[in-house]
């Protein structure tokens, strides 16, 4: 047991502990990303209601959100604790730059991940805990408004879509003479209100540039700190880390405020 914790107390441990939880905030940005996908729907918000609700109330997704965020705080906590020991052993700069090239995002690892924890705690605060108020005030008058939607399961085509005047709702759905209905928590509206502010969306995009050049290089990096890379696959590892995790996701959520912003 003290081998164990000895070894997770060391350099090699705190990285191991890093990359491990880097990969898996690496998987959450896929699920995150494919959910948030239905806010491209032209239904008023009714699939991006939907999906709200299953990921904040489905209870093996809710063990996973938990463990979700104290990957982010580890990750982060350990990223502090690694920059300071570094400094510490090094505390002034070479005579020389070294000649083994050394990538932007590399050398400015911590100031992208400060701007990414930045934006995570306001993401949160404007997203998920205004979601999630009401669990906490018990209030009756809801910070975020429900919504009714009405489909017709024959052709799958929405009827109507009315907010409801305040009171006490739950998430339900139900069917009568052919006609769903589903009455949800319309996070949309917000999504929407938040992302016709022009500062909110330029704040949104700038962290998802970092969100860019901090997976650059932590995707690679962690493969390589865990040891599962070898010749033959690097250059698959290395096309993925870029192109879709780099490039892809990053651009995937950028487009999100900017289509609201311009055209929502």
């Excluded at 032209?42 to 990921?55: I, P, R, T, V």
């Excluded at 489905?58 to 990957?71: E, H, K, Q, T």
């Amino acid at each position: 047991m003290s081998e164990f914790k000895q070894t997770f107390n060391s350099s090699l441990g705190k990285k191991l502990i890093m990359a491990l939880t880097g990969l898996f905030l690496c998987t959450f940005l896929i699920v995150h990303l494919s959910g948030n996908l239905a806010l491209f729907k032209h239904d008023n918000g009714q699939a991006f209601n939907a999906y709200a609700n299953f990921m904040t109330h489905f209870p093996p997704i809710r063990v996973v959100s938990y463990l979700l965020y104290l990957s982010i705080l580890v990750h982060t906590i350990y990223a502090i604790i690694l920059t300071v020991n570094n400094r510490k052993a090094r505390p002034i700069g070479y005579a020389s730059a070294p000649k083994s090239p050394v990538s932007w995002s590399s050398k400015n690892m911590g100031l992208l991940g400060s701007i990414l924890f930045l934006f995570i705690v306001i993401h949160m605060k404007d997203f998920w805990f205004k979601y999630h108020q009401d669990d906490f005030a018990g209030k009756s008058t809801h910070v975020i408004p429900f919504k009714e939607y009405k489909t017709d399961l024959v052709t799958g085509k929405q009827i109507s879509a009315r907010d409801l005047p305040p009171g006490d709702y739950q998430y339900a759905v139900f069917t009568e003479g052919g006609i769903e209905t589903m009455v949800a928590k319309d996070l949309n509206q917000t999504v929407e209100v938040a992302f016709k502010q022009w500062w909110y969306v330029a704040f949104y995009v700038i962290a998802l540039g970092a969100l860019s050049f901090h997976l650059l290089h932590g995707f690679q990096s962690a493969f390589h700190t865990l040891g599962w890379i070898h010749r033959k696959y690097k250059p698959l590892i290395y096309f993925i880390g870029t192109w879709f995790f780099a490039v892809i996701i990053p651009l995937g959520f950028a487009a999100m405020p900017v289509y609201y912003f311009f055209f929502g």
